[in-house]
């Protein structure tokens, strides 16, 4: 009884362990995952906008917008001079989404090394006590029997879809049966096995299809991260072009400002004078009003597009949040080119990393036709087996026994499994990979034909805004004489503050509209560079994969004078200088 109740107890140990000191049989919290609080996700809060209301009459206030200036909305601020090659410089360096994009490859990688780890030679070993206290109805059997038993070996797959199994069990036997010869008796049994399929799973192609998946599932990987790399780069050339717009376009409706107070001026002075009548005044002021409204819409626009390029660029000293004005340094360069479409288009095709994707992924789709065509034939397996035994009153003597191969055995099978009812299953899975790839070679087509059409679309839209900048750079001279000329008819009387105010808008679409035109060029660069897989710049990047958990994120850019890869304490902290006064007052 105490010996029963001493194993009770060690059983009752070692459950307690495993199952660490909680009750194996009933729930516990630890079990589940973090509670959430059910009024924080049933409930919605509101805004409360109200606190931060004030008391002001928004109709003494626009009368006031007449005579003075409107707010200087970066009044105070820090300014920095970007240039667009620090921009790209930034975005790899920091971006998210490389960053993100750059660890697939290495997660792709640790996927490759499980797959071959199946083929790992493994050692196993095993050890078991058993004692046995059994009534017996012969004095032939013995009541009470104790048996050691011991295994260890290695068992080694084969790329050949067979097992390779070595192995030397071992055991005790004590028994108090009196008739027994050998007691304790001491037992070996060296063994060889091998276990190799001859039809389904037969085959180095077969058995190596998982790592051949993975090895190209890695190469899919790559490519997405070359793609994210190129989207980013070309995302900050167009932010850094918007951005660059959206200021210039400030400067415009800063000076249709400037010109309609003067005209509002030269109207109060003729109103005074009685050359004209009042209303040419109210005209001029409103005038005025409307060019508050462009200036006020134009900062908004140069604060959301600066803060696109923050995020893109992602640097510590240039946080969204950061009251810091970037002003572009890089002016564009209108440049006229004579592309030629045909290798443009041959070029994308070969470079676009979607192209390089299907090709990956239709050699996936071929190995899995032969992979699924393997599953669907009939399994046979050779079995061969083969072992020596060694019995003795003692280990030694049981392995010399053992080594003298005076005792031996072997086995020799073939097992068989046949469908009887068609294998429909199986056909039905090959001819679904049979299918899929065929649809992705109809999706290749297609996705090439796409890329060409988008190079030429690219090459189209360049060339389109060529011809706009020059036509918007006559349209501006012509504007701008216009204006100078209806300035003129006015102060001698032949024309009303409408007809100036309307030259001036003129002049200022005129403007807008080469500005837009310059900024849609350098953006359909940035098009045609991103639809030929390759990117703008003096120099090529390259990068490598990143690992986070070693370094936060290696990047290279040759030909520059910053040495890639660098850590975050060694990136060049931008130069903050004082803000200049947008109106040129300070």
């Avoid at 993975?214 to 050339?237: F, H, M, P, Y």
């Avoid at 002049?507 to 080469?514: I, S």
């Amino acid at each position: 009884m105490n010996k029963q109740l001493v194993f009770l107890g060690v059983g009752a140990c070692a459950l307690v362990a495993i199952t660490g000191c909680k009750n194996p049989f009933f729930s516990h919290p630890s079990d589940y995952g973090r509670e959430l609080p059910l009024q924080k996700m049933h409930t919605v809060d509101t805004l409360p906008l109200d606190e931060w209301a004030l008391d002001d009459d928004h109709t003494e206030l626009a009368e006031e917008y007449i005579d003075h200036p409107p707010r200087n909305r970066f009044e105070g601020m820090d300014s920095f001079e970007l240039d667009i090659e620090q921009a790209r410089a930034w975005t790899l360096a920091n971006n998210v989404d490389v960053r993100v994009a750059l660890i697939e490859p290495t997660i792709s990688t640790e996927r490759l090394a499980a797959e071959e780890g199946k083929f790992e030679a493994v050692f196993f070993a095993s050890a078991r006590r058993t004692e046995l206290d059994q009534p017996t109805s012969s004095d032939l059997q013995g009541s009470q029997v104790e048996l050691n038993n011991f295994n260890a070996g290695f068992r080694i797959p084969l790329r050949t879809g067979g097992t390779i199994t070595l192995e030397s069990p071992f055991s005790r036997t004590s028994t108090d049966n009196e008739f027994t010869f050998l007691d304790p008796s001491y037992e070996v049994q060296p063994t060889f096995s091998i276990s190799q399929p001859l039809l389904r799973n037969a085959g180095r192609r077969v058995n190596t299809h998982s790592i051949r998946v993975a090895s190209l599932q890695s190469g899919i990987t790559q490519t997405a991260a070359k793609l994210e790399v190129i989207r980013q780069v070309a995302n900050v050339d167009r932010a850094y072009w918007r951005l660059y717009s959206a200021r210039r376009a400030l400067e415009v409706s800063l000076q249709q400002y400037d010109l309609a107070m003067d005209q509002l001026e030269r109207a109060r002075r003729r109103v005074r004078a009685g050359v004209v009548a009042e209303i040419e005044e109210t005209r001029a002021e409103e005038g005025v009003a409307q060019r508050l409204q462009s200036i006020i819409s134009d900062q908004n626009r140069v604060v959301q597009f600066q803060r696109n390029l923050k995020r893109i660029m992602n640097v510590s000293d240039l946080e969204m949040l950061d009251e810091i004005l970037i002003v572009p340094e890089t002016d564009p360069n209108p440049i006229n080119f004579e592309l030629d479409p045909g290798a443009l288009a041959t070029q994308a095709v070969e470079n676009r990393m979607e192209m390089l994707e299907l090709e990956l992924q239709l050699a996936i789709d071929a190995s899995t036709v032969d992979f699924t065509r393997n599953q669907a034939l009939p399994l046979f397996t050779f079995d061969y087996s083969y072992n020596t035994n060694g019995l003795s009153d003692n280990t030694q003597s049981a392995l010399r026994q053992a080594r003298r191969d005076d005792f031996n055995d072997w086995t020799l099978g073939l097992n068989a499994e046949i469908p009887i009812a068609g294998n429909e299953s199986a056909k039905a899975r090959v001819q679904e990979a049979v299918l899929r790839r065929l649809q992705r070679l109809g999706t290749r087509e297609a996705r090439r034909l796409s890329i060409i059409q988008e190079t030429l679309d690219a090459i189209d839209t360049l060339e389109t805004n060529w011809q706009r900048i020059l036509a918007s750079r006559q349209t501006t001279i012509l504007a701008e004489r216009t204006l100078q000329a209806e300035q003129r008819q006015f102060d001698v009387g032949r024309s009303t503050s409408n007809d100036v105010l309307d030259a001036a808008t003129r002049l200022a679409l005129a403007q807008l509209t080469e500005i837009q035109s310059l900024r849609d060029y350098q953006i359909a660069q940035v098009d045609l560079a991103f639809a030929t897989g390759t990117l703008l710049g003096a120099s090529r990047v390259a990068w490598d994969e990143v690992d986070p958990r070693i370094q936060p994120a290696p990047y290279q850019e040759d030909d520059e004078p910053i040495a890639w890869p660098l850590q975050p304490d060694e990136m060049p902290e931008p130069e903050i200088e004082r803000a200049p006064d947008i109106y040129g007052d300070s």
